[in-house]
């Protein structure tokens, strides 16, 4: 298993930016499928971005063009980098892994199939 612990979030005013992150203890996150998930009171959790070992990426329709995820050299810290922030992109974001071949297009559709959870980091905008 791997802990994650995410940071990063905040208020901002709507056009701004903002960089997520989420450090991970206990193992690499190289062998890895990383996502970000984000969700708001009563809603389902919903995918955001996610990133599979070889680097192939994924993102939502809703932020496609506005975020970036990304990992650092050492395959210890996920980040998510928002521009062009609204309000609809408030909500607690979550960091999340796991070790698996569902592509990660699929993995947006299916936080279920995510191992391990950070605690979350909120947004608001």
């Known amino acids: 298993d791997v802990q994650l612990v995410e940071s990063g979030g905040d208020s901002v005013q709507a056009g701004g930016s903002l960089r997520l992150s989420c450090v991970a203890s206990?193992?690499?996150?190289?062998?890895?499928?990383m996502g970000w998930f984000r969700q708001i009171p009563d809603e389902e959790r919903e995918g955001v971005a996610a990133?599979?070992?070889?680097?192939?990426?994924a993102y939502a329709a809703a932020v496609k063009g506005r975020f970036t995820i990304s990992q650092d050299a050492a395959r210890t810290t996920l980040y998510l980098q928002m521009s062009g922030l609204t309000t609809e992109d408030s909500a607690m974001y979550y960091c999340?892994?796991?070790?698996?071949?569902?592509?990660?297009?699929?993995?947006?559709?299916?936080?279920?199939?995510?191992?391990?959870w950070g605690k979350g980091t909120q947004v608001t905008v």
């Open positions: 999340a892994s796991a070790i698996t071949r569902i592509p990660v297009r699929t993995l947006l559709i299916l936080p279920s199939a995510m191992d391990d």
């Open positions: 206990g193992d690499t996150i190289g062998r890895y499928c």
């Open positions: 990133i599979d070992p070889d680097g192939g990426t």
